[in-house]
């Protein structure tokens, strides 16, 4: 196990810039929002702490980027900002999430919550759900795990097609697995940040996909033309767990930051770390460092104790009891999303200690 440790020269530097006007600007936060940032310097933060890598495949050690600092992203001329024209968020399902179609309805519009409080000040707004045969999109059966695929970068052409004219973009988000081109073996998503669309799939994040026994293994394809889409008529979607729905809200606005133009985080354990596997996606944390969340702010122009006190609502709404499902649903579709409530609990006590240091 390796610590990635800056010192609090280079961490200031890489949030506060020494260009004069993004030091003004850092100095036009209000004192809580600077004592917060500030954390980042504290080597005894509770708050924030140092990358820890656990193994030689995780992402810092096998893809060597270049960090991005604060003022690198400020004067980048190629990334997306929001405007008041283009101010909402799509999120456009790709066949069913769930193994019923209101499972499936109640996992998109958990997603949209949890997106509206983190992206605080943008709107989220749901399409309407199709199916795979509307992208027109190519597919295949991959050969080492037997499961269908289809076209990640087709699906863009497709999300670029249908957006809309609110929209800051458009995210794609799916139960079957993806492919770039012919010869690479999956990819979890895919995003055009000048086009503003991404196509995330949530296939691999199962607990079973990797099992021998995958019910959604397939021998061989069998269809008439690349036009019969039919295979996808019964595909095995597999049950949504709390581990599914954690694994789904870091993906997407993990995926999301990307398209606001935040690279990889390299400065402090951060949502935005790359990841490699399963393992370092689940170590990540749910939330920003001070580095990528004054990228984020400067982006959409959120008060930080503002953003902070929806996703304590979020959180509260989503660990209550209360069914979230009609009464009169039938036996045969009798459940409800599972809540993955310790690892929210958690993260409430955490965001409580953020609004603790804004508020002082």
């Known amino acids: 196990m390796q610590t990635v440790r800056h010192s609090e020269h280079t961490l200031r530097t890489a949030l506060i810039s020494k260009n004069p006007a993004l030091v003004s600007q850092y100095e036009k936060l209000d004192a809580g929002e600077k004592r917060l940032m500030d954390e980042a310097f504290r080597p005894d933060s509770d708050l924030f702490g140092p990358i820890t890598l656990h193994s030689q495949s995780d992402w810092i050690t096998s893809h060597p980027e270049a960090p991005q600092d604060f003022e690198e992203f400020f004067n980048d001329p190629y990334r997306k900002t929001p405007s008041p024209q283009e101010h909402s968020i799509y999120i456009q399902c790709i066949g069913l999430l769930g193994n019923t179609r209101s499972i499936s309805e109640e996992y998109v519009k958990w997603l949209k919550g949890y997106c509206e409080a983190f992206f605080y000040g943008l709107t989220v707004k749901l399409l309407e759900p199709v199916p795979v045969s509307a992208t027109r999109c190519s597919f295949r059966i991959n050969d080492n795990t037997q499961n269908l695929q289809i076209h990640a970068g087709q699906i863009l052409k497709f999300l670029k097609k249908k957006k809309p004219e609110d929209a800051f973009c458009v995210v794609g988000i799916t139960m079957i697995d993806l492919f770039p081109r012919d010869s690479w073996n999956f990819v979890f998503g895919q995003a055009s940040l000048t086009d503003g669309v991404g196509i995330f799939s949530f296939a691999r994040y199962g607990s079973d996909f990797y099992s021998s026994h ?71 944390p749910l939330d920003l460092c001070p580095i990528c969340l004054r990228k984020l702010q400067s982006a959409i122009g959120f008060h930080l104790k503002d953003r902070y006190k929806a996703l304590v609502r979020w959180v509260d709404a989503e660990s209550t009891d209360t069914p979230t499902v009609s009464p009169e649903r039938s036996r045969e579709d009798p459940l409800s999303l599972p809540k993955p409530v310790e690892a929210f609990k958690e993260w409430r006590e955490w965001i409580t200690k953020c609004l603790a240091v804004l508020q002082k």
């Open 214 to 284: 995958y019910e959604g293994k397939l021998k061989k394809l069998q269809k008439k033309s690349s036009s019969d889409y039919s295979v996808f008529d019964n595909y095995y979607v597999p049950e949504v767990t709390s581990v599914l729905l954690l694994r789904s809200c870091k993906t997407l606005t993990h995926e999301i930051g990307h398209i606001f133009g935040l690279r990889h985080c390299q400065w402090l354990a951060c949502l935005m770390q790359g990841s490699n596997h399963l393992e370092e996606a689940d170590q990540r």
